[in-house]
């Protein structure tokens, strides 16, 4: 069975920096994608970023690009995104997810397996 459990998430002030954690189990870790999503009240589900783990290419959406970065620690089976000059408009539930298939992008519909979720709130 596949678990994700994220952690890390809080309040900052705006301009500040978060790193959130995704532990993985019950997944074939090494040949597939991991995800960060977002989700703000009366928003739909967003990506954020994935990153593609046997290889390690990384995908962003553009509002993150420069100021977040999804990393691996494979021995731990953890995938990280930290996130640095975060902004008012980062607040949001953040999610990790695993994919399934071969492709890998943050898109919603290429991934299967979600954690429940860790609150960012960011104030201006």
């Known amino acids: 069975q596949v678990q994700l459990v994220e952690s890390g998430g809080g309040s900052v002030q705006a301009g500040g920096s978060l790193r959130l954690s995704c532990a993985v189990s019950?997944?074939?870790?090494?040949?597939?994608?991991m995800g960060w999503f977002r989700q703000a009240p009366g928003k739909e589900r967003e990506g954020v970023a994935a990153?593609?783990?046997?290889?390690?290419?990384?995908y962003y959406v553009d509002s993150v690009k420069g100021r977040f970065t999804i990393a691996q620690d494979n021995a731990k089976n953890t995938v990280y995104l930290q996130m640095n000059s975060l902004k008012p408009e980062d607040t949001a539930m953040y999610y990790c997810?695993?994919?399934?298939?071969?492709?890998?992008?943050?898109?919603?519909?290429?991934?299967?397996?979600w954690g429940q979720g860790t609150q960012v709130t960011v104030s201006s």
């Open positions: 990153i593609y783990i046997r290889g390690g290419s990384t």
């Open positions: 019950g997944y074939t870790y090494s040949s597939n994608c």
């Open positions: 997810a695993a994919g399934v298939g071969m492709l890998c992008a943050p898109a919603v519909g290429l991934f299967g397996y």
